[in-house]
């Protein structure tokens, strides 16, 4: 079945097809080759993403990519580096580079990023936390909560602060939680946090894609891919950063040895097909998860169109054609 949709928003994107835009110095024309690669998945406008570093290396980066005249580039999503320092929770993010939330240091980071960020991923826990969430409010920056380990207060807090959205709920947290006292249910719980999801069948199981799903209802779930160099690209080991990351046959991307996943191999067309595929949905029921409902939380509008074959009995969707608007 031939269809038509509006061009995806991922508010989530590490590197695709080989560029890890954690990478210092990536000229601008390598930069253009990712978005390039990833825009014939569907993704007319996306958010590279950040992870915890010095600034140095962060400003590096984001000069890296502001330096890339493109219309796929809707702003920077900084993830971290004010994060929970503990591991579990931390997840790939290098525990030598966690800062205490600090404006000066926000501010400093942006003026880097030529003012390009739009969307800080921190942990309320975190001193300095609650006065940030504020100050970025106040200057249209939308916080998202995530790798954390915050107890009910303080994510009480942190809404109340103006945070709006939780990322890749359900994971960045430690393994092991307390059943009913917890960050996961604590975030399902607030009505006033969106949850971005990673449904790539290795981040969270069908089952409780489907249960958040049900949770939050279709207008406050986002699907993001949380993509690393490795998607769109073969298995082998690639960067994130200053750590090296592997992806096997399966799709699981992960530091060679380690438990824990870092970011994800995931397109954005196969996490539509995977959510609709774990919850019983529509294809339409799906898509704003992947459209309308991120640019939304921007305060953009979703750009483009998009071609593509859908075969409703076994859950697969196939770009054919991406027209940019």
């Known amino acids: 079945m031939k269809i038509q949709f509006p061009g995806f928003v991922d508010l989530q994107v590490n590197g695709f097809a080989g560029v890890d835009f954690n990478t210092p110095g990536n000229p601008p024309e390598?930069?253009?080759?990712?978005?390039?690669?990833?825009?014939a998945t569907g993704v007319t406008r996306c958010l590279p993403t950040l992870i915890t570093s010095s600034f140095e290396h962060?400003?590096?980066?984001?000069?890296?990519?502001?330096?890339c005249v493109d219309t796929g580039i809707a702003g920077l999503h900084m993830e971290g580096p004010y994060i929970s320092p503990l591991a579990g929770a931390r997840g790939a993010h290098p525990l030598n580079q966690v800062k205490l939330a600090s404006l000066d240091d926000f501010l400093r980071r942006q003026d880097a990023a030529a003012g390009r960020i739009v969307l800080v991923t921190l942990a309320p826990e975190v001193p300095g936390a609650?006065?940030?969430?504020?100050?970025?409010v106040a200057r249209?920056?939308?916080v998202a909560i995530g790798h954390t380990t915050a107890d009910r207060d303080q994510l009480h807090a942190?809404?109340?602060a103006g945070a709006s959205?939780?990322?890749?709920?359900?994971?960045?947290c430690p393994q092991l939680l307390h059943r009913h006292d917890n960050v996961i249910w604590e975030q399902l719980g607030q009505d006033q946090l969106s949850a971005t999801l990673i449904v790539d069948g290795h981040h969270l199981p069908a089952a409780v894609v489907k249960s958040i799903v049900r949770a939050k209802g279709l207008a406050r779930t986002i699907l993001v891919t949380d993509a690393v160099a490795a998607a769109g690209a073969p298995p082998g080991r690639y960067r994130l950063g200053d750590e090296e990351v592997e992806l096997v046959a399966t799709g699981r991307?992960?530091?060679?040895?380690a438990a824990h996943l870092a970011g994800s191999s995931l397109t954005m067309d196969m996490a539509v097909a995977n959510t609709a595929r774990s919850c019983g949905l529509s294809l339409e029921e799906v898509l704003p998860l992947a459209t309308t409902n991120p640019a939304n939380l921007l305060g953009i509008a979703p750009a483009g169109q998009v071609t593509a074959d859908w075969n409703p009995a076994t859950y697969c969707l196939t770009i054919s054609g991406v027209m940019e608007g």
């Open 30 to 39: 390598k930069t253009q080759s990712a978005l390039a690669a990833i825009r």
């Open 58 to 67: 962060f400003a590096a980066c984001a000069r890296a990519i502001t330096d």
């Open 130 to 136: 609650l006065a940030l969430i504020e100050a970025l």
């Open 140 to 142: 249209n920056v939308r």
């Open 158 to 160: 942190a809404v109340s």
């Open 165 to 172: 959205l939780s990322t890749h709920l359900g994971n960045g």
């Open 253 to 257: 991307v992960s530091q060679p040895g």
